[in-house]
């Protein structure tokens, strides 16, 4: 068993069971479960229920439930927790008004905008932006599976003050974890409000553009020769580790290779390699400039163009072993 607290109200957990998984209770949060194998069985609403890998159980508040393995082989499944006011919030926010919460009438459903999100929980950063984008996809599957509320959805009023005040805030602040009050106080919307304002101005979530503002900040400072580790502290990760896996996530070479590739470029712009110079620099591995049979060249035109755009119109680049 694996569990995630995400943030307030929200949290996310793993499990495998085998024979009986838990007697009859009850949660005070909607329960979102994705099943991912065997055959999960439950009592629910007076009627035995089963869910298959890839369908989505919605359980909710304050409903009395069971859980057991359909068949011997046991069953493993993947689910979120969420508070009623959580939901509400979102919801007011997408409708544009206050609204009942949703409510989905079949406990067991294939819904893939619900599968998608459970399969992201587990894998979030509890960070207030990214459960905050979280409640708002979970929401808006949950209001589009409700047949009483399939209409009415409000498309997002779009403030251009507030949500250019909160990009200029998210580019300004790379030095910490950018909380969801923080952008509140600074746009005067809700959170759930200037997500989906956010989304339709500039096509990503505040926690993604948060991010990867962070991550620029870190990819200039390892340019200029810091120490990863305390590069991290000071983009608001909690460790080196932590920031190497969103920086290769987002740029495909780990912190400490990309330093490498940075330091030895600054040296390797003053031989010529034609009359005109090139653009980008093609780098390979030492073992394949030493074989000439890798298939795995690393371009790394990202890193020339910088130097590129810094230097003179025609740069003079050479290959590099790293």
Known sequence: MRSRALGDGVQALQAWFGGRGFDRHRHDTYAIGLTDSGVQAFDYRGVAEMSLPGQVVVLHPDETHDGRAGTRDGFGYRIVYVAPARIEEAARAIRGRPTPLPFVKQPVT??????????????????????????????????????????????????????????????????????SEELEAVTGLTRFELARQFRTAFGTSPYRYSLLRRLDGVRARLGAGAAPAQIALGAGFADQAHMSRHFKAAFGLAPARYQ???????????????????????????????????TRPYAVSAIAGMRASAGSSSPRTRRINV
Do not use: K
Request: proline content about 7%.
């Open 260 to 294: 490498r590739l940075e330091a030895r470029l600054a040296t390797a712009t003053t031989s010529s390699v034609g009359s005109t110079g090139l653009g980008m620099c093609m780098l390979y591995p030492a073992e394949s400039v030493r074989r000439r049979s890798s």
């Open 110 to 179: 294939v819904n893939a905008a619900l599968a998608a999100a459970i399969t992201g929980a587990l894998r979030l950063e509890p960070e207030p932006l990214a459960t905050d984008a979280l409640v708002l996809a979970l929401t808006e599957a949950l209001l589009d599976a409700d047949p009483s509320c399939a209409a009415g959805a409000r498309p997002p009023r779009l403030d251009p003050g507030a949500v250019a005040r909160a990009r200029h805030f998210l580019d300004a602040a790379t030095d910490h974890v950018v909380r």
